[in-house]
C-alpha cells in the first residue's frame, strides 16, 4: 500500500568516507592493495521545500549501486546487463521515474531522530530508498551504508565475522550521522532487512 508522505521536503546526500582502522581490497583494480576501508554513506533527512530543484531520478540511486560494486566506471546504459535486473523496456521506463528526493537541500530548522539502516545481505545502502524517503519526509534522518564483506565487498558466507563487520559498519554510522546538527542523538535507533536486522541485534 502507497503511504503517503509527511510534510518535510527530503534531501539526499552521498559520499565517500573512510574508516581508517580496518582494511580493503578493491577486486575490479586486480591487485592486492590493502586500503583504508572506504564506506559509501547514503543520508536522507528532513528539508526545507524549494521548487527549484530537481528531483532525483532512479538512475541517480543505481548510479549509486555501481559506486558501491566497485564498478563506478560502468556506463549507465550497461546498468541493467551488469547488475541484478533485467534489462528490459519496463525496467529501462523506470530507471527514468522520479524518486520523492532531492540533491542537497537545506536542513529544515531543529533536532530529529536517528535511524541508522542496515541493508541486507551484500545489498546496497539504497536498497530502501522509497522507506528511508518516507521516514524523512516524516521528520527522521536516516543514514545508510552499503552490506560489505570484511576483506572487500564479499561476505564470507553469513558468518559471525560478517556480522561483526557490519554492525562495526553501523557503529561508524553513528558518528558519522553525530557530525550533523540537526542530528538528535538522544532518540537513535538501528532498523534492518534481513541479515542487516541480525546486525542490528
Known sequence: LYSTPGSYAVGFQHYGAVDSSRTYSLLSDWTNEKLPRPIPVSVWYP???NFS??????LDYVRILKI???????PDEQILNWFYYANTPANQKHLQEKATSYHHLKTAEGKFPVLVYAPSYQASSIENFALCEYLASHGYIVIASPSRGTENRFFEGGTGKDMETQARDIEFLIK????LPSADLNQLATMGFSFGGISNV
Open 47 to 49: 528539508a526545507e521545500k
Open 68 to 74: 558501491e560494486e566497485d564498478w563506478e566506471n560502468l
Open 53 to 58: 530543484t530537481i528531483t532525483l531520478k532512479i
Open 176 to 179: 558519522e550521522v553525530a557530525k
